[in-house]
């Protein structure tokens, strides 16, 4: 089985480039994680993904008179380590046109939300203020519009009475180290076909739905629910 090589940009703490690391290091995943690219060197991810065996590298952003002069950079680090795939996993950088061409249709990116609601950033918060009662995390194909793109994968949670920004933060991301692998098993094995905008052949799916809330079956007040019938 060939591999697709591929290399994780990060920007921070790398919670989504540590799962996929880890599910990367089963012998059957068809990718391997083989560099991971930061644009910031003093991102913390950097340090894990060194302690996990993986190449890091950094090209600090700041030091380029301009975006494009900053990823032809990026990009010669990528084509230098054999790069088939892109994963932005917390990128903060605005790509522009250029790069995204370059990659267009083998570079992956996570939203903190269930596109295409909240493009864009302080999705949980902005999903608070609205009051939805389902919020989520999408993997998307990148194009030059942003938070567009093919969705490869995408997963939901409730939001719960009494959630803030973090804790629903928190339930989101741990559904983003389900579906970041998931996508780049889809992706990397070939199992997914783009057609115009939709990414379809993945597998099977069920007819289960999410409902929040769930209808709560509430006993009769002043039941103590002990009786005998
Ligand atoms: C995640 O919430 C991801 O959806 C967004 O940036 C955050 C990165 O977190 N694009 P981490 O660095 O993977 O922990």
């Not at 609205?130 to 995408?154: L, N, S, W, Y």
């Amino acid at each position: 089985m060939t591999r697709l090589r591929t290399a994780i940009l990060i920007s921070g703490r790398g919670s989504n480039m540590d799962a996929l690391i880890a599910a990367a290091r089963a012998p059957d995943f068809p990718a391997e994680i083989v560099l991971v690219l930061s644009n910031r060197l003093d991102a913390p991810g950097l340090a894990k993904a060194k302690a996990a065996g993986v190449a890091v590298a950094a090209v600090d952003h700041k030091i380029y008179a301009g975006r494009e002069e900053f990823e032809r950079s990026l990009h010669a680090m990528l084509e230098i380590h054999r790069i088939d795939v892109i994963c932005l996993a917390g990128f903060m950088r605005i790509l522009t046109p250029w790069f995204i061409n370059q990659w267009r249709g083998r570079m992956l990116n996570i939203h903190p939300a269930l596109l295409p609601s909240y493009r864009g950033l302080h999705t949980h918060e902005r999903a608070l203020a609205d009051g939805v009662k389902i919020h989520g995390c999408t993997v998307h194909f990148v194009v030059p519009e942003m938070d567009e793109g093919p969705i490869v994968a995408q997963a939901a949670v409730p939001v719960l009475d009494g959630d803030t920004a973090e804790t629903l933060g928190a339930r989101v991301l741990s559904q983003e180290h389900v579906i970041y692998p998931l996508a780049l098993r889809l992706v990397a094995s070939g199992a997914v076909r783009v057609e115009g905008n939709r990414v379809l052949g993945a597998l099977p799916q069920s007819e289960a739905t999410l409902v929040a809330p769930e209808e709560i079956s509430a006993m009769p007040a002043g039941c103590d629910g002990d009786q005998t019938v």
